[in-house]
């Protein structure tokens, strides 16, 4: 199957500092990418949509400013957690699309913000 | 809004028995829908889906039942192997290019 890969997988940064998740598809273009987010026990919550090219689509209550998104390239897709905070502690996960319904995951990204 | 659910936040099977997992959703306009594996930090690995137009898809061990008229599917794992032990997630997208919804997920545990 298709083949995501996130980084990193986890990362603990100082309060205030930002962090950058990368996510790419290793063998295919990806004309979607999405940005999840899972609370402990909850399920995937979807955060914002990226096409390539263009500006990111956020969901309702998702700060675009907090939560930067990048798609510059049909494999590369960048997710930055500005100015953070211990409450974006949480588990990051990127999914990217090939044109077709079905979404490939990445591992995922541990971010514990100290 | 929570368009998919997942009512059975766990469910518990004896190894070589059934698991049924359940998942409903209310957005008329979902056309495709998908079953999601998922073990601790790491991501979802896709397991099986099934287009509106089926109502039964079938993978080996794994069969997902799809009931329109209920907006409720199901994925049926015969027999169920300790090693299907995970969280699995129920996932629903209306159109090619539009995102995916995921229900809450349920804790599958599988005893030798």
């Known amino acids: 199957g298709a083949v995501v890969s996130q980084h990193p997988s986890w990362v603990i940064c100082k309060s205030g500092t930002s962090v950058k998740i990368e996510c790419r598809s290793l063998?295919?273009?990806?004309?979607?990418m999405f940005w999840y987010r899972q609370f402990p026990k909850q399920s995937l919550m979807l955060m914002a949509t990226?096409?390539?090219?263009?500006?990111?689509?956020?969901e309702q209550g998702v700060e675009k400013d907090k939560f930067l998104i990048n798609h510059a390239s049909l494999t590369l897709s960048t997710l930055t957690v500005t100015s953070a905070h211990p409450e974006d502690s949480s588990f990051y996960i990127c999914?990217?699309?090939?044109?077709?319904?079905?979404?490939?995951f990445g591992q995922g990204t541990r971010l514990t913000v100290v | 809004d929570q368009q998919v659910k997942q009512n059975s936040p766990s469910l518990s099977v004896q190894e070589g028995r059934i698991s049924i997992l359940n998942c409903d959703y209310t957005?008329?306009?979902?056309?495709?829908f998908l079953w999601y594996k998922k073990y601790p930090a790491e991501g979802p690995t896709f397991l099986i889906s099934?287009?509106?137009?089926?109502d039964k898809n079938e993978d080996g061990r794994f069969t997902v039942f799809l009931n329109k008229s209920a907006k409720h599917l199901s994925l049926h794992i015969v027999p169920s192997q300790p090693g299907d032990s995970a969280v699995y997630f129920c996932?629903?997208?209306?159109?090619?290019?539009?995102?995916?919804?995921f229900g809450a997920g349920t804790r599958l545990t599988v005893k030798p």
């Open positions: 999914s990217a699309r090939d044109g077709r319904v079905r979404a490939f």
């Open positions: 063998d295919f273009q990806a004309t979607t």
């Open positions: 990226s096409n390539e090219g263009s500006k990111a689509t956020y």
């Open positions: 957005n008329s306009m979902f056309d495709y």
């Open positions: 099934i287009s509106s137009i089926k």
């Open positions: 996932a629903a997208s209306a159109g090619n290019n539009n995102d995916m919804r």
